[in-house]
C-alpha cells in the first residue's frame, strides 16, 4: 500500500515534519517535497525556513512559483515570455490611435448614450487646468523631481476623470496601490480603475526609465487580463460578477506616466496578445497647460468606453467577433516600426 502523503498546511505542520526527520550522512536534513502553489501564504513556513532577510524570500520565492516582482521584468523577457516573440522591441508594438481605436465602439453604442458627452466641457477644463496651476506653482514648476512630485499631478488626472465618468456610471472606482498576484507577476499597482470589471491599470514611472515602467505595465496587464487574485473585496460588493471569478476582462488598457509624459496601451485577446501603444502625449503645466486637455480627455474616453461596455450585453455578433475585431484593428494602424 502506497504511503500517504503529509501535506504541509501550516507552519505546525511543516516544523513537525523537520523534527521527525532523519539526519543524512552530512548531518543535513533532506526533504522531498512536491510543491502545489496556492498562493504566497501557504509557502510562508517553507520560505521562513530557508531565508531570514526580504530580498532572499522574494528569490525563493519568485523561484518556487516561476514568477516575479513587476519591476524585475526584463523587456526582453515581456517579448519573449508575455508576447510570444511577435514583436522584436518595444518600438515594434502597433500605435494605439484612441480616436480610431474607440470610434467604431462610440458609434455602436450612439443610440444607448443620446445626451452623453465625451469630452471635457470648457468650465471642467478651465477648473482642472486651475488646480493643476496652483500644484505646480507651490512646487515651482519641478514637475518630476521624484515620484512622489509627480503623484501630485498625475493624482489629479485620475481622480477628475474617475469623477466625471461616476456621473454617468456610479460604479466606476478608482484604487490605490491595489495588490495585484498573477500567474507570471505579483505586486502593488500605482493605480487601478474598475469599471463594473477591472479596466484601467495605471504605472508610475520615473523620467529616465520610462521604457521600464512600459515593461512593467505590460506584466500587469498580463495579470489583470488573465483574472487576478485582487482585494475584491469593495468591488464584489458593487456587483455579482457575472462569469467565472477566475476569468479576466476582454480588453484591457493601461496608462504609463511620469506626470507631463504619459503613453496608453491596450491589451486583448489573452491567447495570442494584441498589444497596442500610443505614441507618447506630453503636457506642460506653465501658463498654458500645453496637452493638459488632450490627455485627461484621453483617459476620460477611455474610461467611459470601458464603464458603457460593463452595462452593455454583447450579442452573440460581438462575442464572436471580438478576436476579428482586434485583429483589424491592428491592421488599420501602422506596422511595426523600425
Not at 520565492?61 to 526584463?74: C, M, N, R, V
Not at 453604442?109 to 444607448?112: E, P, R, T
Given at each position: 500500500?502506497?504511503k500517504?502523503k503529509?501535506?504541509?498546511?501550516?507552519e505546525?505542520?511543516?516544523?513537525?515534519?523537520?523534527?521527525?526527520?532523519?539526519?543524512?550522512?552530512?548531518?543535513?536534513?533532506?526533504?522531498?517535497?512536491?510543491?502545489?502553489?496556492?498562493?504566497?501564504?501557504?509557502?510562508n513556513?517553507?520560505?521562513?525556513?530557508y531565508?531570514?532577510d526580504?530580498?532572499h524570500?522574494s528569490?525563493l520565492?519568485?523561484?518556487?512559483?516561476?514568477?516575479?516582482?513587476?519591476?524585475?521584468?526584463?523587456t526582453?523577457?515581456?517579448l519573449?515570455?508575455?508576447?510570444?516573440?511577435q514583436y522584436?522591441s518595444?518600438a515594434?508594438?502597433?500605435?494605439?490611435?484612441?480616436?480610431?481605436?474607440?470610434?467604431d465602439f462610440?458609434?455602436r453604442?450612439?443610440?444607448?448614450t443620446?445626451?452623453q458627452?465625451?469630452?471635457?466641457?470648457?468650465?471642467?477644463?478651465a477648473i482642472?487646468?486651475?488646480?493643476?496651476?496652483?500644484?505646480?506653482?507651490?512646487?515651482?514648476q519641478?514637475?518630476?523631481?521624484?515620484e512622489?512630485?509627480s503623484?501630485?499631478?498625475?493624482?489629479?488626472?485620475?481622480?477628475?476623470a474617475?469623477?466625471?465618468?461616476?456621473?454617468?456610471y456610479s460604479s466606476?472606482?478608482?484604487?490605490?496601490e491595489?495588490?495585484?498576484?498573477?500567474?507570471?507577476?505579483?505586486?502593488?499597482?500605482?493605480?487601478?480603475?474598475?469599471?463594473?470589471?477591472?479596466?484601467?491599470?495605471?504605472?508610475?514611472a520615473?523620467?529616465i526609465?520610462?521604457?521600464?515602467?512600459?515593461t512593467?505595465?505590460?506584466?500587469?496587464?498580463?495579470?489583470?487580463?488573465e483574472?487576478?487574485?485582487i482585494?475584491?473585496?469593495?468591488?464584489c460588493?458593487?456587483?455579482?460578477?457575472?462569469r467565472?471569478?477566475?476569468?479576466?476582462?476582454?480588453?484591457?488598457?493601461?496608462?504609463?506616466?511620469?506626470?507631463?509624459?504619459?503613453s496608453?496601451?491596450?491589451w486583448s485577446?489573452n491567447?495570442?496578445?494584441?498589444?497596442?501603444?500610443?505614441?507618447?502625449?506630453?503636457?506642460n503645466?506653465g501658463?498654458?497647460?500645453?496637452?493638459?486637455t488632450?490627455?485627461?480627455s484621453?483617459?476620460?474616453?477611455?474610461?467611459?468606453?470601458?464603464?458603457?461596455?460593463a452595462?452593455?450585453?454583447?450579442?452573440?455578433?460581438?462575442?464572436?467577433?471580438?478576436?476579428e475585431r482586434?485583429?483589424?484593428?491592428v491592421?488599420?494602424?501602422?506596422g511595426?516600426?523600425?
Open positions: 500500500m502506497a500517504e503529509d501535506v504541509i498546511n501550516d505546525f505542520t511543516f516544523n513537525h515534519m523537520l523534527k521527525v526527520t532523519e539526519p543524512n550522512e552530512e548531518n543535513k536534513l533532506v526533504l522531498n517535497l512536491t510543491v502545489r502553489i496556492k498562493g504566497r501564504a501557504i509557502l513556513p517553507v520560505i521562513g525556513y531565508a531570514t526580504g530580498a524570500k528569490l520565492y519568485d523561484h518556487l512559483t516561476g514568477k516575479k516582482a513587476y519591476g524585475e521584468w526584463s526582453n523577457e515581456v519573449h515570455l508575455l508576447l510570444f516573440d522584436s518595444l515594434a508594438l502597433p500605435e494605439l490611435d484612441i480616436g480610431i481605436f474607440l470610434a462610440f458609434l453604442i450612439s443610440l444607448y443620446i445626451g458627452s465625451y469630452t471635457v466641457n470648457s468650465k471642467q477644463e482642472f487646468k486651475g488646480n493643476l496651476k496652483k500644484i505646480a506653482e507651490a512646487l515651482h519641478e514637475v518630476i523631481t521624484n512622489a512630485t503623484w501630485n499631478f498625475i493624482n489629479l488626472f485620475m481622480v477628475e474617475v469623477a466625471t465618468v461616476q456621473k454617468e466606476t472606482r478608482l484604487a490605490v491595489e495588490q495585484f498576484d498573477g500567474s507570471r507577476g505579483y505586486g502593488r499597482l500605482d493605480y487601478v480603475i474598475f469599471c463594473n470589471d477591472l479596466a484601467v491599470v495605471v504605472t508610475e520615473k523620467k526609465e520610462f521604457q521600464k515602467g512600459i512593467q505595465n505590460i506584466v500587469q496587464l498580463h495579470t489583470a487580463i483574472g487576478p487574485q482585494l475584491y473585496s469593495f468591488y460588493s458593487l456587483k455579482k460578477r457575472k467565472d471569478d477566475s476569468s479576466g476582462p476582454e480588453e484591457i488598457y493601461g496608462i504609463v506616466t511620469a506626470g507631463d509624459r504619459w496608453f496601451l491596450s485577446n491567447e495570442k496578445p494584441v498589444v497596442l501603444i500610443s505614441k507618447p502625449y506630453q503636457c503645466f501658463d498654458e497647460m500645453a496637452g493638459v488632450k490627455v485627461l484621453t483617459i476620460f474616453r477611455i474610461l467611459m468606453s470601458q464603464a458603457a461596455k452595462v452593455q450585453i454583447p450579442s452573440q455578433t460581438d462575442s464572436a467577433d471580438s478576436n482586434a485583429s483589424q484593428r491592421r488599420t494602424t501602422r511595426p516600426q523600425s
